[in-house]
């Protein structure tokens, strides 16, 4: 019982605990995962969330440090373009792949994330290195390109309201508009929406892919510039992969994404609890979060399964 | 049929979280009690302790502070920056007496919550990092592996030797500058190798990465690799005629018959006499050098292989002697 209450005082159990650790950790699994979401939509198995995710953070940092002194009202912007462009780059070479050459962007996208992982330790060991060329990672930015806080105290910043606006825009856009109609449309059935619909799949998707890397992006751009104000190797610890298992939890819903995110944001603050305060091993905690996970899926399976055929979500 | 589905599920849900937290239950039956008399230790590494290298030298230093000190103690694995500032904040705000960070790459966080909680004592191994209650532990780890250095030219046949680190990290590189030097003291002509896995867990990539360097002549192997040197060790085994050596912890037991020695450095010694500082309160925040002076730094051969030339082991001790009296070879990288 020691180490559930740990978990939950971990998790939410003090202002600190929820809006420093979990809402923290729960801010780039909400931007990431609103990136897959939106991609599967469009029947995209955009896979290369965490390279988008570096490519964005290698971007916003290199803006950070590279660019003359600016007001944080220039700057902090800025870097949330620069995070945006970079993911959707990467994510644009998977689309231009896909689109002339017909390669699968589940393989492609992979393979893109190795690249980005190399990109990063080539960054923090060249170009962005920091000036003593001791450590592999950059120079820590200046306070104008430090994100703000949104309480004084605490460490959750900018980037969950950039997360928030993101989940409003992509749920309002999918559900409400005809580009969302098309981009379900494809998703459904590229074949019937063509034929049917006049909708051109091919284009759709890769509108919808540079959209989605960009999210990514701005998500590694937040991470850069409101938790660690400098560009390290290990920036992600897999939120890229972490956030498929967020989208699919949360059934591609951009409402039910920010629930899901803080659900992970708070087993990963838990879990650093539990080896914190009750002396659980590392292992450990993973089984632990992983059984609360597979609860969760399976209780969700359980009542989907007990939902009529065909009716609506 | 669907309903008996589901009912498995919900009972195999059952059964899955009354087995686990039954087991975890038994086993964290620790100390609860969190009496704020007693010298309070918490160490934060940046991998896990089940590597037989770095990170669990660490923890079997958190051990010996436990055991020699009283000191009521906590770990914590930890993967990102974020994290790492995450958790010196809330070991700060417990009111803990020291917190150890274990690697240079914990200096950042330290700096930045070291002010915000002065009765905490902060440090990180690695590092140059100081402050009023920040400090930082270094290594001298280069001395040993210029020793092992010697060790692999005297025993090459092939005059190629090899070198794999983890990833390219500032302390890696420097040990391995000191490993070629020490090896080119004894024959200029030997040549050496160097590759990186890319991380320090993927066991798999290690014994790719070593299978690579032998097939390109390298019989003598110098890893530092932690989780992933294992692999290398595994490849060592499976190739006849190649030695490897094993770094941070006594990596000796992990492959007897084909390790010549470990370049050692007894994290748990470094963490008592740092701790033994701290609980008196004679600690002055600085950068700790341990060398092999302070015998925290030490070259251990592998006691299971038959001994070296007489000649090789005399070599090797004059030098270590030197190096005991600060008059060694001079060695760059040290800080």
């Known amino acids: 019982m020691d180490i559930l209450v740990a978990f939950w005082d971990g998790a939410f159990g003090s202002t600190y605990a929820f809006w420093s650790a979990t809402l923290v950790r729960a801010t780039p699994l909400l931007l990431v995962g609103l990136a897959v979401a939106l991609a599967f939509r469009a029947g995209i198995l955009n896979i290369g969330a965490e390279g988008q995710l570096i490519l964005g953070a290698i971007a916003a940092a290199a803006v950070a440090l590279q660019l003359p002194p600016a007001p944080r009202v220039v700057m902090v912007p800025l870097m949330m373009l620069a995070g945006m462009a970079g993911g959707a780059v990467w994510a644009g070479i998977a689309a231009l792949l896909r689109r002339r050459f017909g390669v699968l962007e589940v393989i492609s996208t992979i393979m893109l994330n190795f690249v980005a992982l190399a990109a990063v330790s080539w960054m923090v060991r060249g170009p962005l290195q920091e000036p003593t060329r001791v450590y592999p990672m950059s120079e820590t930015f200046a306070a104008a390109a430090r994100w703000p806080f949104l309480i004084t105290g605490q460490r959750l910043h900018l980037g969950i309201v950039l997360g928030l606006l993101a989940a409003g825009a992509l749920w309002f856009v999918l559900a409400r508009t005809a580009v969302g109609f098309r981009i379900r449309a494809i998703g459904a059935g590229a074949r019937a929406a063509q034929s049917a619909g006049g909708v051109e799949p091919e284009r759709v998707a890769a509108r919808v892919f540079l959209a989605s890397g960009a999210l990514a992006g701005l998500a590694g751009a937040s991470e850069v510039g409101g938790v660690t104000w400098a560009l390290y190797e290990g920036i992600s610890p897999g939120h890229g992969y972490t956030a498929i298992a967020v989208a699919l939890l949360a059934r591609l819903d951009p409402r039910w994404v920010v629930v899901s995110a803080v659900f992970f944001g708070a087993l990963e603050a838990g879990g650093a609890s539990m080896q914190r305060e009750a002396g659980v091993p590392a292992v450990a905690v993973q089984i632990v979060t992983a059984t609360i996970l597979l609860s969760v899926l399976a209780i969700a399976q359980w009542r989907n399964a007990r939902r009529p055929v065909g009716a609506p979500e | ?335």
């Open chain 2, 1 to 335: 049929m669907h309903v008996n589905l589901r009912l498995n599920i919900s009972k195999a849900v059952i059964f899955i979280h009354t087995t686990i937290f039954g087991i975890l239950g038994c086993g964290a039956e620790g100390p609860k009690v969190q009496d704020s008399q007693r010298f309070r230790v918490a160490l934060l590494t940046p991998g896990p302790i089940s590597d037989q290298s770095w990170n669990a030298s660490a923890y079997a230093g958190l051990g010996i502070i436990r055991d020699s000190l009283g000191a009521d103690v906590r770990h914590v694995q930890t993967r990102t920056p974020a994290e790492f500032e995450e958790n010196f904040r809330q070991y700060g705000a417990a009111g803990f007496d020291l917190v150890i960070g274990h690697g240079f790459e914990f200096q950042e966080a330290a700096q930045r919550v070291g002010p915000e909680f002065p009765r905490t004592t902060f440090v990180t191994t690695g590092g140059t990092g100081t402050g009023p209650n920040i400090a930082a532990l270094s290594f001298v780890f280069e001395e040993p592996s210029y020793l092992a250095g010697i060790v692999a030219a005297s025993v090459t046949r092939s005059k190629v030797l090899a070198v794999i680190g983890g990833t390219e990290l500032p302390p890696v590189r420097a040990s391995f500058d000191a490993f070629a030097a020490g090896a080119k003291s004894v024959n200029p002509q030997v040549t050496v190798l160097t590759a990186f896995i890319g991380n320090w867990e993927d066991a798999g990539a290690g014994k790719e990465q070593a299978l690579a360097l032998i097939a390109r002549r390298a019989d003598v192997i110098y890893q530092n690799a932690d989780a992933a040197g294992l692999g290398v060790f595994q490849a060592v085994r499976e190739s006849p005629g190649v030695w490897v050596f094993g770094s941070n912890a006594d990596q000796n037991h992990i492959a007897p018959a084909v390790t010549l020695g470990s370049v050692v450095i007894d994290v748990p010694l470094a963490f008592r006499l740092l701790a033994e500082e701290v609980k008196t309160g004679r600690f002055v925040p600085r950068v700790v050098h341990f060398d092999t002076k302070s015998n925290v730094v030490r070259w251990v051969p592998n006691p299971a292989i038959p001994p070296l030339p007489p000649a090789v082991r005399a070599r090797v001790d004059s030098v270590r002697l030197a190096f005991a009296e600060g008059r060694g070879p001079e060695l760059a990288g040290r800080q």
